[in-house]
């Protein structure tokens, strides 16, 4: 499960070190490889522009960082791809987002389908004030109809993929929001995966957990994304660094530059990419 | 440039904490003596026969309330029946889906007036629409005006212990693509569930020592009314017009009416209190 994994010492690169992925705009050609197509995406909240113009390829079962400075609209690129900012009536998403081909913003994609196939976790915990077993239930019994022997089937598995059974095994009943905050993370994430979503969006997955709890999501990341093409917006580079294959550097709004990990960190050809990176700024 | 003196400071401080102290202390001093004089007095007249039976003659001191603490049991719980789904409801509108909409602000200034409306007004309201227009007085009728006073109220608590949710929780909810309704009622519900339980409380204990909206409404009678259909007794207007009547049998009676609506409304009070404390934990 955890092969792969490389030492969380080692400060910069190490993901890229291990493989080689090709460069993202192979997907961009022809869309092969690619999960999802961001194609002049802009948004706004009432009258302020948060984003403009972007335009990015998320490759199939590979991790997406997003890294940029704070209020430079990670979370809000992301936050596009499920429509989940359709909550607040004063924001607004223009711009193709193709998921498998389908604009994901046009009016007759059913958000409810969107949402079962693009899973979200946010940066804090957000347990539902019911049991651990009901918090991952809660998404099976939306979706699908199933028995009840299927639902704890699927109930076991999701928090097995979330590296959580071993701990939460004889607590099914008690209160999600009973656990720690790592274990609470990872039981969204487990609630996210049960239903079997195509991506996963993170929004900075581990800004509120201790480092320990951290370095088990990232080696759940890690582990998920030969089933899923996850998304990962993260202020921390060096946690970039370690779990992503691809990352776009933000800035004000646009995607300043975006390559494979390797060739972001170790040779930006932006100059601002440059300039964050090695922390000159952000 | 002079100091100012210490001497001087330290007397306005002493002086302005007494203030301070016996203005609370004479608060919680008339508290104190309504619930003194309405226990000693209320206390005499309280048996088991106050409870079981049908009020007796003007001039005997036998018989008892039990007609109109039935009346106002059903009345209450029938305005609360009415009164806090819908003001639970649009709590949940104002909280959920209108927010800071031109609809939802409308309809928030208007909670507040009707939140401010005296009781007396409510009841003369529902006299006019209901009692007349069924030509009769009847429970129905207290109940309807109970449920009104409620109302406003159920929707302002509804509504600001929901907007304690947080904004996280709704949106995990709907990312896992659960539709509104359901994150609403499955997740939001229950997140705020002893908020709400405590508004509902609170609003059931306002509206229980209420006796101007029952006054042109369910008036009051001396016979058991097992529905709601006529004139229905009730402890507040009993104790009002037990008061009034001069007979010192009868306002003994009403002391201990007014003993048993205080402690119904002070349990519902504490049991809300608890509800609340059962939270924080």
Known sequence: MMEGTLPRETVLIPRAQVKEPGPP????????????????LTFFYGRNQALFDNTIDIPENRVTAI?????CGKSTHIRAYNRIFELYRDQRAEGEILLDGQNVLSPETDVLDLRRRVGMIFQRPTPFPMTVFENVAYGLRLHYSMSRGEVAARVEKALR???LWSEVEGKLDNPGNALSGGQQQRLCIARAIAIEPELLLMDEPSSAIDPVATAKIEDLIESLKRRYTIVIVTHNMQQAARVSDYTAFFYQGRIVEYGTTKQIFTNPVQKQTE?????RFG | MQPRSIARRRAVNAVISAISGLAALFGIFMMGWILYEVIMRGARAINWAFFTQLPGPPVSSGGGLANAMLG?????ALGAAIGIPIGLFAGVYLAEFGRNGRWATAIRFVGNLLMGTPSIITGVFVYTVVVVTAGSFSGYAGAIALAIIMLPLMARTSEDILALVPNELRES????????????????FRAARNGLLTGALLAIARVSGETAPLLFTSLNSRLWSFTLAGPTPSLTVTTYTYAMSGYATLENKAWAASLVIILAVLSLTVTARFVLQERKR
């Open chain 1, 25 to 40: 705009m192979d997907a961009h050609q022809g869309g092969r490889g690619a999960k999802l197509s961001v194609r002049g």
């Open chain 1, 67 to 71: 890294i940029g400075p704070s209020g």
């Open chain 1, 161 to 163: 993929d979330a590296a």
């Open chain 1, 275 to 279: 300039d964050y990176i090695t922390g």
């Open chain 2, 72 to 76: 106002t049991l059903m009345m209450t």
């Open chain 2, 173 to 188: 909810a709907l990312a896992l693509g659960a539709p509104r309704w359901r994150a609403t009622l499955q997740v939001i």
